[in-house]
């Protein structure tokens, strides 16, 4: 739609002078839109070995836990679709690193950087193409290169002496809530392969406290690996076998639970 109405007045499509101004609003108003996210400026440099191409983007999303993050790319629909493919493939399929977390760091201080590399190290971001208009064509789908990458289309419009307002639409960056964690057991070894392993803290020494059937158990947390190192219910259940991790009330320890073996390569 070109217009709409809001509070009896006519609001009409925003016209974008260039990226640039339309990224400074998004920048202004994304965590209006996405409250479980802070919002950085992103403008390092992404390099992805499998395309051996160097590209920027615009924006880091990052969940207030750590636990995911999506690079956002901001365009506008007369760009060149054939460009933003290019960098979607880049991001999707890139190395992030301790350089760009030092990067991040330099302007916002209020960042975990500890936090921050463990999330880059251990996981793939999402990757979030953010257009100003959902009219698109067809083949603006073809950025999705991946099952990793998104469209989202923020649409603003403006009305005379009058703030501008917005609709969002589109893909919105997931939000990992609770202290229950997902995993499986490996098929090479006896560990245990988690997700999200920001939500799984361990002590200086790396080591995380949980309770199996009724056992206090030490696993030395790696990543996103826990390496049992006592004798367990690990040893005797299938790889692939998925369990959880439930936060114990004296928050102190997590609770093992198996669940099923699946088929899951590990």
């Given at each position: 739609m070109s217009k709409l109405f809001h509070r009896g007045l006519e609001y009409f499509r925003k016209s974008w002078n260039n990226e640039y101004e339309f990224e400074q609003f998004i920048f202004s108003r994304i965590t209006e839109i996405f409250p479980h996210l802070?919002?950085?400026?992103?403008?390092?440099?992404i390099y992805s070995d499998e395309h051996d191409?160097?590209?920027?983007?615009?924006?880091?999303?990052?969940d207030k836990n750590y636990s995911t993050y999506s690079v956002?790319?901001?365009?506008?629909?007369?760009?060149?679709?054939?460009?933003?493919?290019?960098?979607?493939?880049?991001?999707?399929?890139?190395?992030?690193?301790?350089?760009?977390?030092?990067?991040?760091?330099?302007?916002?201080?209020?960042?975990?950087?500890?936090?921050?590399?463990d999330?880059?190290?251990?996981?793939?971001?999402?990757?979030?193409?953010?257009?100003?208009d959902n009219r698109i064509s067809e083949k603006w789908k073809e950025v999705c290169v991946d099952d990793n990458v998104f469209l989202g289309f923020l649409e603003v419009y403006s009305a005379d002496s009058r703030e501008s307002i917005y609709h969002y639409s589109g893909y919105i960056p997931s939000e990992v809530t609770g202290v229950i964690v997902s995993g499986k057991k490996s098929?090479?070894?006896?560990?245990?392969?988690?997700?999200?392993?920001?939500?799984?803290?361990?002590d200086s020494e790396q080591h995380v406290q949980i309770i199996d059937n009724g056992t206090l158990v030490t696993i030395f947390k790696q990543g996103e690996i826990l390496f049992?190192?006592?004798?367990?219910?690990?040893?005797?259940?299938?790889?692939?076998s998925r369990f959880i991790l439930k936060r114990g009330l004296d928050e102190q320890h997590f609770q093992l639970e198996w669940i099923a073996a699946d088929d899951s390569n590990g």
């Open positions: 802070d919002c950085y400026k992103f403008k390092v440099d191409r160097i590209m920027r983007a615009d924006l880091l999303l990052v956002v790319e901001v365009e506008l629909i007369t760009d060149t679709i054939s460009h933003v493919k290019k960098q979607a493939e880049v991001f999707s399929s890139a190395n992030y690193n301790m350089k760009m977390v030092e990067s991040l760091c330099q302007n916002n201080p209020q960042i975990d950087s500890v936090r921050l590399l999330l880059f190290t251990y996981q793939r971001p999402e990757v979030l193409i953010l257009l100003n098929k090479l070894m006896n560990n245990l392969i988690i997700e999200y392993p920001n939500l799984v803290d361990s049992p190192e006592n004798v367990c219910s690990v040893y005797t259940k299938q790889p692939g």
